[in-house]
T-cell receptor, first 116, second 115 residues
Framework: AQTVTQSQPEMSVQEAETVTLSCTYD???????LFWYKQPPSRQMILVIR??????QNATENRFSVNFQKAAKSFSLKISDSQLGDAAMYFC?????????????FGKGTHLIIQP | DSGVTQTPKHLITATGQRVTLRCSPR?????VYWYQQSLDQGLQFLIQ???????AKGNILERFSAQQFPDLHSELNLSSLELGDSALYFC??????????????FGPGTRLTVL
């Protein structure tokens, strides 16, 4: 079974600085998707960024980018120019590609604190 | 607002009871997923329905069941409730059956408290 590990329960960064959240995963599949979700205090789950494993190019969405290392099974999220609104729980998630989707497998999350 | 609605927002009940959580997917979405978020287990996938049929099962207990109706709304039934069932239950929807290819949009969740 696939697993997703986030080794940083909490991270803190100064406003306007850059922070990187780590995620590793384990799967026997060769084709899959990886995601970062944000959960602010409102508890709403918001998709931040998505990476398709067969694409070598790292995904980017404005201030958010990923470093996808398929061989190492690593998928880190970099947030540039951190803003107060970025404060939230961040979850790394995985799902396999293809039929019979199993839903998303989530890591335990990283609590990101933005210091003004 | 994701377009996915869940009712009720909060539910307080006693051990041994049965409750039903309801989810309406975004307009046009055929797939519905249920997730449980608890302090102990984190976020867990429970079950997926696509166009009325069960598509995939995750860590769903036998005391829990779900269905998707012809109008595509879904209900999650939790019975013989235990203290450990207290959690935030999310519904998500997507246009197609593949949970990675098609983005999943999450509802605001139902907070269940079992006393």
């Amino acid at each position: 079974a696939q697993t997703v590990t986030q080794s940083q329960p909490e991270m803190s960064v100064q406003e306007a600085e850059t922070v990187t959240l780590s995620c590793t995963y384990d799967t026997s599949e060769s084709d899959y998707y990886l995601f970062w979700y944000k959960q602010p205090p409102s508890r709403q789950m918001i998709l931040v960024i998505r990476q398709e494993a067969y694409k070598q190019q790292n995904a980017t969405e404005n201030r958010f980018s990923v470093n996808f290392q398929k061989a190492a099974k690593s998928f880190s999220l970099k947030i540039s120019d951190s803003q107060l609104g970025d404060a939230a729980m961040y979850f790394c998630a995985y799902t396999k590609r293809g039929g019979g989707a199993d839903g998303l497998t989530f890591g335990k999350g990283t609590h990101l604190i933005i210091q003004p | 607002d994701s377009g996915v609605t869940q009712t009720p927002k909060h539910l307080i009940t006693a051990t041994g009871q049965r409750v039903t959580l309801r989810c309406s997917p975004r307009s046009g979405d055929l797939s519905v997923y249920w997730y449980q978020q608890s302090l102990d287990q984190g976020l867990q996938f429970l079950i997926q329905y696509y166009n009325g049929e069960e598509r995939a099962k995750g860590n769903i207990l036998e005391r829990f069941s779900a269905q998707q109706f012809p109008d595509l709304h879904s209900e999650l039934n939790l019975s013989s409730l235990e203290l450990g069932d207290s959690a935030l239950y999310f519904c998500a929807s997507s246009v197609g059956p593949a949970g990675g290819l098609h983005e999943q949009f999450f509802g605001p969740g139902t907070r269940l408290t079992v006393l």
